[in-house]
Structures are given as structure tokens and as C-alpha cells.
């Protein structure tokens, strides 16, 4: 069964600190891997996609990483600030059947305080 | 980047009656898009992909007739919770697909939810 698991589940870090958010699958055949941010009562907005053959990617102060070897993901913030705080979402893509499959993780609820 | 619309942001509506949502893409065409639902602090659910000009497909468990889902155009999907009850109670989310040189490079967009509460 495709799987995307996500950790930590939730994070409170103070402003202007780093943290690594977790991404694991056993999605396959893997396409892609997204990650995505979410305000609250908001849609997602997209922070990077990675193909297999991308280790990193970086938006900014948001840096991701994959190891398809490992099927493990992260995605770094630095220097976070106050307009951090939200929901970061793992979604792999697959392709089963000629069909697009997109595997989503719930998500690290992420809280910057001042 | 590509603008994803989808209206209403909010909608209260009785128990019984239906409620129309929109997924617009405002500066590209989607042939496809795709309709999620999210309860709180859960994740997004796939309900079904709308292809334009042809019939949605919906994930396991999700019944057609309760979601309606019509892609008349490039541009533009409905999905109408028919015969709404209090357990319809949700946020509903739209994304468009948008391909730029095949569909490893396939990127989403999404809109910016409705919060639909039946009472």
C-alpha cells in the first residue's frame, strides 16, 4: 500500500531558529515528491518538486532534500519567521496503470513563536 | 505563478439543499483538475479527478451522485454537494493541473478552499 508518513506530527520552534520537517514513502513506482505549505482555512501553496534524480531544491529559505535510495525526504526552514507557522505537506506522485496517483502525508503542523 | 479561483470561500447552507462550488484556472487552461476534501488538522483527501469534457473519476468510496462534478471548459470545474446534510460539513479544496513538459514536471495548483457547513 502507498504510504506517505510525515514527522513530526506538530512543532513549535522560536522565531529565527531552524527546523527539519520528515518525509517518508513507499510510494512506487515514485514520479515526484511535493511539498507544500497550508495556512489554515487556506489551499496549499506549492514549495518544491523533486524528480528522482533531484537530491536538493531550495525556495528560498525553504530547502528540500530526497534520497530515493532511502525514500526518505526533508524539508529545511532557516531563520524562520512568524508567517512560518502552518501546515507542511508531503505528497507523492506515482504513476499506477497510466493513472496519476497522488499519495498526500497529514501534514506537520508547524508553530513559530516570537 | 498560475492562479487557481475557487468560490465561495464560505458557504452555510440547510440540511437538504445544494451547494455549487467553482475551481477556475485564471491564466492557464487545465485539463485537469481535482477535487480533495480536508477535515481539521487532517490532510487533503482525494474525492475525484475532472477531466475536461468527459466523466469524473472518483475515488473509493465516493459516491458520484452525492458529488457532482462537471468540467465544461478549460477553465472552469463545478462540484455540487447535492441533497447537503450536516455530515457533508467540510472544507473543500480544488487544484489544477498544469503540464509543462510532461507529467513527471506536472505542477498543482490549488484554490483557496471552501468551508461548507450544513445545518
Known amino acids: 500500500k502507498n504510504q506517505v508518513e510525515q514527522s513530526p506530527q506538530s512543532l513549535i520552534i522560536l522565531e529565527g531558529k531552524n527546523c527539519t520537517l520528515q518525509?517518508?514513502?513507499?510510494?512506487?513506482?515514485?514520479?515526484?515528491l511535493r511539498w507544500y505549505k497550508q495556512d489554515t482555512g487556506r489551499g496549499p501553496v506549492s514549495l518544491t518538486i523533486m524528480t528522482f534524480s533531484e537530491n536538493t531544491k531550495s525556495n528560498g529559505r525553504y530547502t528540500a532534500t530526497l534520497d530515493a535510495d532511502t525514500k526518505q525526504s526533508s524539508l529545511h526552514i532557516t531563520a524562520s519567521q512568524l508567517s512560518d507557522s502552518a501546515s507542511y505537506i508531503c505528497v507523492v506522485s506515482a504513476f499506477i496503470g497510466g493513472r496519476r496517483a497522488l499519495t498526500f502525508g497529514s501534514g506537520t503542523r508547524l508553530q513559530v513563536q516570537p | 505563478g498560475a492562479v487557481v479561483s475557487q468560490h465561495p470561500s464560505r458557504v452555510i447552507c440547510k440540511s437538504g439543499t445544494s451547494v455549487k462550488i467553482e475551481c477556475r484556472s485564471l491564466?492557464?487552461?487545465?485539463?485537469?483538475m481535482f477535487w480533495y476534501r480536508q477535515f481539521p488538522k487532517q490532510s487533503l483527501m482525494l474525492m475525484a479527478t475532472s477531466n475536461e469534457g468527459s466523466k469524473a473519476t472518483y475515488e473509493q468510496g465516493v459516491e458520484k451522485d452525492k458529488f457532482l462534478i462537471n468540467h465544461a471548459s478549460l477553465t472552469l470545474s463545478t462540484l455540487t454537494v447535492t441533497s447537503a446534510h450536516p455530515e457533508d460539513s467540510s472544507f473543500y479544496i480544488c487544484s489544477a493541473s498544469l503540464l509543462t513538459g510532461g507529467l513527471t514536471n506536472e505542477k498543482l495548483f490549488f484554490g483557496s478552499g471552501t468551508q461548507l457547513s450544513v445545518l
Open positions: 518525509c517518508n514513502y513507499t510510494v512506487s513506482p515514485f514520479s515526484n
Open positions: 491564466d492557464f487552461q487545465a485539463t485537469t
